[in-house]
């Protein structure tokens, strides 16, 4: 005797009676939406990652304008190119500096991680989650180092 009655966690609805196409049926024959979505999936440390990737490649998107202004600057003249350094050396403006080299160098580290897992490996959740931490922490270290040699050398100054 078969029950008809949907599975705990199913969606009531039966998949061929679904217009909007956004469910389907499985092979065991539960009714699950057809992509995830904030319903069915919990919030976890590689979706951050996913997400932080994302931004960081946003805000390098956005830094290429802050590079090209800087070649302007310099193509410009001298009075420019001073004008331009003031601004950006001033703490707004190395704060600015700081968040492109945090979102440069996580985007590296993410890259990375996604090289190893096209590879194969670290695709199990517990090290697909120790993977995105690291590549979090190793992008801050990579960031903070950098601008401590930035400081250190005289290069930059406040």
Known sequence: MTDSSPVSGDHPKDARDDQTGRFIQQP???IRPLSPHL????????????????GAAIALS?????????I???????????????????????????????????????????????AGSGLTPKSATNLTMVSMVVAIVI?????AYLFASGKVTL
Do not use: C, E, K
Request: proline share 2%.
């Open 28 to 30: 065991n024959g539960r």
């Open 39 to 54: 319903q069915v999936w919990r919030f976890h440390l590689t979706m951050l990652g996913s997400i932080l990737n994302r």
């Open 62 to 70: 956005v830094g290429a304008l802050f590079v090209v202004a800087w």
């Open 72 to 118: 302007a600057a310099a193509s410009f003249g001298p009075d420019a190119y001073a004008d331009f350094v003031a601004v950006m050396g001033s703490p707004l403006g190395l704060l600015i500096w700081f968040g492109l080299t945090l979102a440069a160098a996580y985007h590296l580290t993410a890259g990375i991680r996604h090289m190893i897992w096209d």
């Open 143 to 147: 960031a903070l180092g950098f601008w």
